[in-house]
């Protein structure tokens, strides 16, 4: 059984930082690719950032780009992103997933977690 726990989200100022971490279970992570999405109310679920099973390759959403940092530890089951610079408009609950291709599209993805929220205060 695949389980994807995210975790580090919160309520934070404008300008601030958060480090979200999404630990894995019951799938080879060490091969899979790993993603984040979000989804504030009201609005489709849009992607964040992806990297591949080795780390070597990231892609990240214009959005993010140049804010955000995505990372995995193969050791820990884990994916993290890092969050810096936040905005109000960044506010949405996290997602994280799991798909053996590379994809920055969220139909590509096998497994999701539970989302974490994340709030930005102005």
């Known amino acids: 059984q695949v389980q994807l726990v995210e975790s580090g989200g919160g309520l934070v100022q404008t300008g601030g930082s958060l480090r979200l971490s999404c630990a894995a279970s019951?799938?080879?992570?060490?091969?899979?690719?790993m993603g984040w999405f979000r989804q504030a109310p009201g609005k489709e679920r849009e992607f964040v950032a992806v990297?591949?099973?080795?780390?070597?390759?990231?892609s990240y959403g214009v959005s993010v780009k140049g804010r955000f940092t995505i990372s995995r530890d193969n050791a820990k089951n884990t994916v993290y992103l890092q969050m810096n610079s936040l905005k109000p408009e960044d506010t949405a609950t996290y997602y994280c997933?799991?798909?053996?291709?590379?994809?920055?599209?969220?139909?590509?993805?096998?497994?999701w977690g539970q989302g974490t929220q994340v709030t930005v205060s102005s």
């Open positions: 019951g799938l080879t992570f060490s091969s899979s690719t």
């Open positions: 990297i591949s099973w080795s780390g070597g390759m990231t």
């Open positions: 997933a799991a798909t053996r291709q590379y994809s920055t599209r969220a139909l590509s993805y096998d497994y």
